[in-house]
């Protein structure tokens, strides 16, 4: 085996990076060294460089869109010279593994993985697969997924059921610093909205609309996307972020209920946690329908209730969250039955057999 390196890869939106960012570190501790492969202005760019120890290398990475765009005839070439790209990396780096959680920059990675010999590690997320993964899947050894229903849709030799990667960190939130942070406290329920990493102007215009109504019984911790901060809006029991990362633990230890896009990622760890969701999935118009179908799930096992964004208004989002906080000792006792599997460790020990193959 090759000296320990390993390369990881994976972005686009934060939920391609989360899995990593809850790995990277365990091999760091073990003496391993980490590169990791992503685009120029991705934000996994940001994410990883919050990681001591792990060298960043951006790619050109082309966008695979499922309709007609001008760009689909220039993103082939870059595509291809992010291949070249990762070809020259891999070569200098000699990586005994690569794992790869997704996303458009992550295909180049894996053909050049495999154009080098170097075995690869694909995780799925979310309950069917993304075209990206999909476009990889021929160049990897293993692939992992998430939810068991995604077995049916992979490639039965590769394919192994871990269950959800959780970052550990989400369990050590201190519920002191969380009322320190954001100045609420917990007279109320409180509620934290999260529209995607990119935020969602639909859900942020509902919210605000009904601020009034909402606030009379909850207090809002609300994540609005970059840009997407009002700062005309200063009201008592409502505070509002761009993005965040660090404080992300300090909320959930003080938030009741959670109001969410449907990345898989994210409801696996509410789950973890115990959180009552409204989720509100991408419609079809905005992605392949993803979100929909782990919303689906989440709603069929009683840990969620769903809203779908065509019928997103002031009212309806109103009375969802006013119904989930009804019901929300219901679905705490159906959370409570959800045990929450070894899957890191799962993770780390089939990518170290595969880095010894």
Same mark, same amino acid.
């Given at each position: 085996?090759?000296?320990?390196?390993?390369?990881?890869?994976?972005? &686009?939106?934060?939920?391609?990076?989360?899995?990593?960012m809850?790995?990277?570190?365990?091999?760091?501790?073990?003496?391993?060294?980490?590169d990791?492969?992503?685009? $120029?202005?991705?934000?996994?760019? /940001?994410?990883?460089?919050?990681?001591?120890? %792990?060298?960043?290398?951006?790619?050109s990475?082309?966008?695979?869109?499922?309709?007609?765009s001008k760009?689909?005839?220039?993103?082939?070439?870059?595509?291809?010279?992010?291949?070249?790209?990762? +070809?020259?990396?891999?070569?200098?780096k000699?990586?005994?593994?690569?794992?790869?959680? &997704?996303?458009?920059?992550?295909?180049?990675?894996?053909?050049?993985?495999? =154009?080098?010999?170097?075995?690869?590690?694909?995780?799925?997320?979310? +309950?069917t697969?993304?075209l990206?993964?999909?476009?990889?899947?021929?160049?990897?050894?293993?692939? @992992?997924?998430?939810?068991?229903?995604?077995?049916?849709?992979?490639?039965?030799?590769?394919? /192994?059921?871990? &269950?959800?990667?959780?970052?550990?960190e989400?369990? *050590?939130?201190?519920? $002191?610093?969380?009322?320190?942070?954001?100045?609420?406290?917990?007279?109320?329920?409180?509620?934290? #909205?999260?529209? &995607?990493?990119?935020?969602?102007?639909?859900?942020?215009?509902?919210?605000?609309?009904?601020?009034?109504?909402?606030?009379?019984?909850?207090? #809002?911790?609300?994540?609005?996307?970059?840009?997407?901060?009002?700062?005309?809006? *200063?009201?008592?029991?409502?505070?509002?972020?761009?993005?965040?990362?660090?404080?992300?633990?300090?909320?959930?230890?003080?938030?009741?209920?959670?109001?969410?896009?449907?990345?898989?990622?994210?409801?696996?760890?509410?789950?973890?946690?115990?959180k009552p969701? @409204?989720? #509100?999935?991408?419609?079809?118009?905005?992605?392949?329908?993803?979100?929909? %179908?782990?919303?689906?799930?989440?709603? $069929?096992?009683?840990?969620?209730?769903?809203l779908?964004?065509?019928?997103v208004?002031?009212?309806?989002?109103?009375?969802?969250?006013?119904?989930l906080?009804?019901? !929300? +000792?219901?679905? !705490?006792? !159906? =959370? *409570?039955?959800?045990? %929450?599997?070894?899957?890191?460790?799962?993770? =780390?020990?089939?990518?170290?057999?595969?880095?010894?193959?």
């Open positions: 085996m090759n000296r320990k390196q390993i390369i990881f890869t994976g972005g &686009g939106t934060a939920g391609h990076v989360m899995v990593n809850a790995i990277i570190p365990e091999f760091i501790k073990d003496g391993w060294d980490v990791y492969i992503g685009s $120029k202005t991705g934000i996994e760019k /940001e994410l990883i460089a919050t990681i001591e120890g %792990v060298t960043y290398h951006p790619i990475t082309g966008k695979l869109r499922r309709y007609f760009e689909n005839f220039k993103d082939p070439f870059k595509v291809l010279k992010g291949t070249l790209q990762a +070809y020259r990396i891999i070569g200098k000699k990586p005994a593994v690569i794992f790869s959680k &997704g996303g458009f920059v992550s295909v180049p990675v894996l053909v050049a993985a495999k =154009m080098r010999g170097i075995p690869a590690v694909i995780h799925e997320s979310d +309950y697969p993304g990206a993964n999909k476009l990889a899947m021929p160049f990897a050894k293993k692939i @992992l997924a998430t939810f068991p229903e995604t077995m049916k849709y992979l490639p039965e030799k590769k394919a /192994e059921w871990i &269950g959800a990667v959780v970052r550990e989400l369990f *050590n939130g201190n519920r $002191k610093k969380g009322y320190e942070l954001t100045g609420l406290d917990s007279r109320k329920n409180v509620l934290l #909205i999260m529209g &995607g990493s990119a935020g969602s102007k639909k859900i942020n215009d509902a919210i605000r609309e009904g601020l009034d109504e909402l606030l009379s019984d909850f207090h #809002i911790i609300h994540i609005c996307g970059k840009g997407l901060v009002d700062d005309s809006i *200063n009201r008592m029991g409502y505070v509002q972020y761009e993005y965040v990362q660090g404080e992300l633990k300090d909320f959930l230890a003080i938030t009741d209920l959670v109001c969410s896009r449907a990345g898989a990622n994210a409801i696996f760890e509410f789950l973890a946690l115990h969701m @409204l989720l #509100i999935p991408l419609s079809l118009q905005a992605s392949r329908g993803d979100q929909i %179908v782990n919303a689906q799930s989440f709603a $069929k096992q009683g840990y969620a209730k769903v779908e964004e065509e019928n208004t002031k009212s309806t989002l109103i009375q969802s969250l006013k119904d906080r009804q019901q !929300k +000792y219901d679905i !705490k006792d !159906k =959370m *409570n039955e959800y045990k %929450v599997s070894e899957a890191k460790q799962k993770v =780390m020990d089939i990518i170290l057999e595969q880095a010894k193959s």
